[in-house]
């Protein structure tokens, strides 16, 4: 499963949410996959170095 597949995935899971609990699970879990993305999408147009420093 791609990044854009596991986001769009908890969209719909959120869509579909039947209580507070667990709509506050999936948000924070859509939160670290949109972060995972915008990183993935930073290191391939060069934005950061995906190399740690020396």
């Known amino acids: 499963m ?3 597949q ?3 995935e908890l969209r719909a899971e959120l869509r579909n949410a039947s209580t507070l ?3 506050r699970t999936i ?3 859509l939160d670290v996959a949109i972060a ?3 990183i993935c999408w930073a ?3 060069g934005r950061i170095d995906a190399e740690p420093p020396f």
């Open 2 to 4: 791609t990044i854009e």
């Open 36 to 38: 995972e993305r915008e």
């Open 27 to 29: 948000e924070a879990e």
């Open 43 to 45: 290191e391939l147009d």
């Open 21 to 23: 609990e667990e709509r």
């Open 6 to 8: 596991h986001v769009e």
